[in-house]
């Protein structure tokens, strides 16, 4: 029913509830499942983007090696000789940076190890640089990081290197190696779920802070010393490019959130890979002068290579974003090619953030003590789907990330707390229209009332209704006589009985007038005026037999009888809840409301128990 307490009652408390409910969403947010979750989403928004993002900066390549490659060389890991075999057809391709994601430790085989350092040094002074890797290791070495060669602990570190990733001790490359060619750190450990997100881009080897393998890179890549690279921990890596200042954001454990965006090698928007095998040899041939049907070499002048492996059994593979088993050389391909196109993923700021979910939540708050629940409903999902929308947008187009579990539970959580007292606003209001009406109806009609769609609506309407009022004779002279201890229990069981008689035949208690009664039939439910009109009749036929039996047993106890003429009317008359704001009755009025108590007048003159008109 739409009355005015259900439009007044607004509980004030509803309006604080989304500050409450997104205070606690954020709390959550910052359990370890939560972001975890939050992650999840991420990934998900990453593989979505992959179907329209640009293809990747053309200076990088990446070359695998992988079963193929063992088929044409030699099982991994093979003599070094191919390796400087690699490095000699890339320097004569007049490749800029060649990175090994590739652990060159202690000697192998004197021969191939002494021709991978020397074609290094070639290399290098051919224009190509070597990088190998290198990791950190709890294990006694003997071989002090940064003592020999170009590579060099950065010396300008502000922040507390404690909490950076590192051990006492490294594996590095063999003696020769390192002092021809660059080295670089390629620990990237997988976070809580074997996902790498956050890579370290330093590490640190006892008290010593070093750049990792993708670091490296970019340093050589650029020709930065470094000396020239300052490394503020919880801020940035700086370093100076072609005049400027190229800045890197890292974490105070001097991580770099990854930016993962190439990972499906092969497709139009992905690096450029190569097979190792099938590239040393076709280079190798192109360089020889060998003629080939095949297609002719690629163009690698001035791009940064990046070697990894891929062999069934030996992979050095692990989850990413993209895929669940990804190179892992692809990571720090990625983290570079962020680097050149200053592509980082940045967190969106909570000051745009939080109060965009905030004013949608108050939107669902007002909506929901305004409009029906299917407006509710389709205004939560509508919100859910704006949250998702908002969140994959900004990932797409500008790589920020949008916090999505947070908003996602707190507007859940106002959709549930602003449903659940709309609900319980119905259900009190339903109450309500069961005690005002349960005394006018009978129960199954009540019922009926409360469930049938569309009756609720009562504000005030013309409808045809059958009206009947009925009134005892000579009541006055018969109260002023009788004691009230009598006339009190008997007039109770007299409109008791009448009462019965208008429920059991579907009519509506309207009011009593002192010792009359007041009934209607179609006010609420109609079954059609004829129906309705012959209810009425049998109503008040039943009233008059019923009359009769309590006469017969009032005689009997020797109390007074009573008599009592009823009139019936039908017409078009206005029914509605009709009153002051202080005190509404649910009534009808009208010319065929005043006619029927004018018959039932009547019925004294005609000396009738029921005049009808």
């Not at 196109?341 to 969106?348: E, G, L, N, Q, T």
């Amino acid at each position: 029913m739409k009355m005015a307490w259900l439009r007044s009652k607004k509980p004030p408390w509803i309006w604080f509830s989304p500050l409450l409910i997104y205070s606690f969403a954020f709390i959550a947010g910052q359990a370890a499942i939560i972001r975890q979750f939050e992650w999840h989403t991420l990934d998900w928004r990453t593989k979505l983007r992959t179907h329209f993002q640009p293809p990747p900066d053309p200076r990088i390549a990446v070359v695998i090696f992988d079963n193929d490659t063992e088929t044409r060389i030699e099982p991994w890991p093979v003599d070094r000789k191919w390796h400087a075999a690699m490095v000699q057809v890339l320097a004569l391709a007049k490749v800029s940076v060649v990175s090994w994601d590739v652990i060159l430790d202690s000697n192998r085989s004197p021969e191939g190890d002494s021709q991978l350092a020397a074609m290094a040094a070639a290399a290098s002074s051919a224009g190509t640089r070597v990088i190998t890797a290198a990791v950190s290791s709890e294990d006694q070495s003997d071989v002090a990081p940064g003592r020999e060669g170009p590579t060099k602990p950065l010396p300008k570190v502000e922040g507390d290197i404690t909490k950076l990733l590192g051990e006492e001790h490294a594996i590095v490359p063999f003696s020769e190696l390192r002092q021809s060619s660059w080295y670089g750190f390629a620990d990237v450990p997988p976070g809580p779920d074997g996902m790498r997100r956050e890579i370290p881009l330093v590490v640190r080897i006892g008290r010593q802070v070093y750049p990792s393998l993708s670091l490296q890179t970019l340093l050589v890549y650029f020709g930065v010393k470094v000396d020239d690279v300052f490394v503020r921990l919880g801020d940035a890596i700086y370093f100076p490019v072609a005049g400027g200042m190229r800045r890197v954001p890292i974490s105070d454990e001097g991580k770099y959130t990854l930016n993962y965006r190439y990972d499906h090698v092969g497709s139009p928007t992905d690096f450029p890979l190569f097979s190792y095998g099938e590239l040393l040899i076709g280079l190798t041939g192109h360089f020889q002068g060998e003629k080939s049907d095949g297609p002719p070499p690629p163009d690698l002048k001035g791009k940064i290579i990046f070697i990894g492996q891929q062999v069934t059994g030996k992979a050095d593979v692990g989850p990413t974003p993209l895929s669940s088993l990804t190179p892992l050389v692809l990571i720090h391909a990625n983290l570079v090619n962020n680097v050149l196109v200053s592509d980082f993923a940045r967190p969106a700021s909570p000051w745009l953030v939080w109060p965009f979910i905030i004013g949608l939540g108050y939107i669902g708050v007002w909506i929901g003590l305004r409009r029906s629940l299917i407006a509710i409903t389709l205004f939560a999902f509508a919100g859910v789907l704006c949250i998702v929308l908002v969140a994959s947008w900004a990932w797409i187009a500008g790589s920020i990330s949008v916090p999505l579990v947070m908003p996602m539970i707190g507007f859940a959580g106002i959709q549930f707390v602003v449903i659940g007292q709309r609900m319980l606003t119905e259900r009190r209001g339903s109450e309500q229209v069961k005690r005002m009406f349960s005394s006018y109806l009978s129960p199954d009609l009540l019922k009926k009332l409360l469930h049938e769609k569309g009756v609720m609506a009562v504000g005030g309407e013309r409808k045809p209704v059958t009206i009947l009022f009925s009134d005892l004779r000579d009541f006055t002279s018969w109260s002023e006589k009788t004691k009230e201890d009598v006339l009190i229990p008997q007039l109770n069981e007299y409109l008791a009985g009448m009462v019965a008689c208008i429920h059991a035949n579907g009519g509506t208690l309207h009011k009593f007038i002192g010792d009359a009664v007041m009934a209607v039939w179609g006010d609420l439910i109609s079954e059609g005026p004829a129906v309705d009109a012959t209810k009425a009749c049998r109503a008040a036929l039943a009233m008059k037999e019923h009359l009769g039996q309590l006469n017969a047993q009032w005689a009997s106890d020797g109390r007074e009888t009573l008599q009592m003429g009823i009139g019936l009317n039908h017409g078009n008359v206005i029914v509605g809840n009709i009153g002051s704001p202080a005190r509404m009755e649910f009534t009808v009025i009208g010319d065929p409301v005043n006619l029927a108590s004018r018959l039932e007048g009547l019925t004294k003159e005609y000396k009738a128990a029921i005049i009808i008109g």
